[in-house]
């Protein structure tokens, strides 16, 4: 893209530090000035370029000392004068750099992505239908418009994560349920249709379906084109979405839906199941019989559509997604994890039982079981089947998975809350717990990363090196750590 200067004068000498200039005006992205020693030379408008001062040698005489200091007074008031005079121009540099990269964006779609979606058997048809109109979204996070400073990043000053309490707010959660056993009247023959068919239970999708898009009431308002289509130009990973859009162009020369009618979320994904469009293409199913997949206003389809997703993802037939529990003093919480699986027998002998008093069903004795402990000791514990991480194919979260299910059996038999408080845990700044997991790693520990969640690699190695260093093992990060484990 052609370089734009916006006049500013030439300082001959070093800035001072920390004195890139920037802009103010919040309706412009911020854009750094560069700085004497990296700009180009030239003579601004304002005719303030500034003369160089030759380097004196040997000793000067008071008339030469005092025309120099003179000289050096008068070239600091220029500087001055030229900071005040760019600080109070309107930036039109700035401003019209939107507008080139908005033209650059209708080149890009035309010489660079049309091709690419006529490879992909695009017509120009619906290309060109697709793309009528459609404008650059300049709103949505993670963009890198090109020509502009590439994205500052975000210090971890604060907590990244926060005690898991509010997730689930009951209010929220008894909604939900209320509006969940409603429709599972309502949709209860497809429900049953689509269990034998998948094996997937009503609850568990209607669950999905109430906590992604409210059973279809939440507002898409978004055209998943301009979305899709700005990422894929200027967003921080433009190659994941010019997949996404060249597989959302395959979806409307399919015709299942208008373009007009293809909305998505910010992060396009699409419909009521919220699938991002090579989900669709993979997974989405004409359930209804009218010969489209249509997860926008096809209640059936929807329904089926994320119940062929979970058994495409492992959904075991006839198992649900797994228990609270209580795990006994003596039994370590450093054994979770899905790869530390083993019948749910075996946990039962170990002294851990169902929080609700009943006993485990007797067909589920002899299947896997994983512990699973989100918050450590300080807050529910589970023993969850595979099926608890087939739906963490959806979100990849602990709580995520944990909601759902939780959901899911208020939707089926009535039941409330977990038993188990969360407690007073997820205060640590994320950069701390990074930190933690650099350290762990260093001691051989498999954390499963630093990036500074809490996974159950990594609270699962928390509680083993708290066992290893006689400590009372939590399987969480706090700050009492922070001194200790170095």
């Known amino acids: 893209m052609r370089r734009v200067h916006t006049p500013l004068c030439h300082f001959v000498t070093s800035p001072p530090q920390g004195g890139r200039l920037v802009a103010w005006r919040t309706d412009l992205p911020q854009t750094d000035i560069p700085s004497a020693e990296t700009e180009e030379h030239h003579t601004s408008e304002s005719g303030c370029e500034l003369p160089t001062i030759s380097p004196l040698v040997g000793e000067m005489s008071r008339k030469r000392q005092r025309g120099v200091l003179q000289a050096r007074h008068a070239r600091k008031l220029l500087s001055l004068l030229c900071i005040l005079l760019l600080a109070l121009m309107p930036l039109p540099a700035l401003a019209a750099s939107k507008a080139d990269v908005e033209a650059q964006f209708q080149t890009w779609i035309e010489k660079d ?52 309490a509010p997730y689930f707010n009951e209010a929220r959660l008894q909604k939900l349920a209320a509006t969940g056993r409603s429709f599972a009247s309502q949709y209860g023959s497809t429900l049953r249709r689509i269990e034998k068919v998948y094996g997937v239970p009503g609850p568990i999708v209607l669950a999905i379906w109430g906590r992604e898009t409210g059973f279809g009431a939440a507002k898409l308002p978004n055209s998943a084109i301009q ?177 759902i299910g939780n959901l899911a059996d208020r939707i089926a038999n009535g039941s409330g809350a977990f038993q188990g408080a969360w407690g007073d845990v997820g205060k640590m700044l994320r950069s701390d717990v990074a930190g933690m997991q650099k350290t762990l790693e260093r001691k051989g520990y498999d954390v499963g990363g630093t990036d500074g969640l809490p996974g159950y690699k990594t609270r699962r190695s928390i509680g083993q090196w708290q066992e290893k260093s006689g400590r009372k093992p939590t399987c969480y990060p706090d700050s009492s750590m922070l001194g200790v484990l170095k």
Not at 263 to 281: E, H, K, R
Request: hydrophobic content about 40%; glycine content about 8%.
């Open 113 to 164: 992505l049309w091709p690419d979606a006529k490879k992909a058997g695009v017509s120009e048809r619906i290309f060109k239908a697709a793309f009528a109109g459609v404008t650059l979204n300049w709103d949505l996070p993670d963009l890198a418009p090109p020509g502009f400073p590439k994205p500052t990043e975000q210090k971890q000053t604060q907590a990244e994560f926060s005690s898991p």
């Open 227 to 403: 979305v899709l289509a700005t990422k894929a130009f200027m967003s921080t990973r433009k190659d994941m979405f010019r997949t996404e859009l060249i597989a959302a162009l395959g979806i409307l020369d399919h015709g299942d839906v208008a373009p007009d009618q293809f909305l998505g979320s910010w992060a396009g994904a699409l419909g009521q199941p919220q699938f991002m469009p090579t989900s669709y293409l993979k997974y989405a199913v004409d359930f209804d019989g009218d010969g489209h997949r249509n997860i926008w206003t096809s209640v059936p389809d929807t329904l089926a559509s994320i119940a062929n997703y979970l058994v495409q993802k492992g959904w075991q037939r006839d198992r649900g997604w797994g228990y609270e529990v209580t795990i006994p003093d003596n039994i370590s919480c450093a054994q979770e994890g899905p790869d530390l699986a083993k019948p749910i027998s075996s946990w039962a002998a170990l002294g851990i039982k169902r929080i609700s008093g009943k006993a485990f069903p007797s067909d589920e004795l002899k299947a896997s079981g994983m512990m699973l402990v989100p918050a450590g000791r300080d807050g529910p514990e589970f023993i969850v089947t595979p099926n608890f991480y087939v739906i963490k194919e959806y979100n990849n979260s602990d709580l995520y998975g944990l909601y």
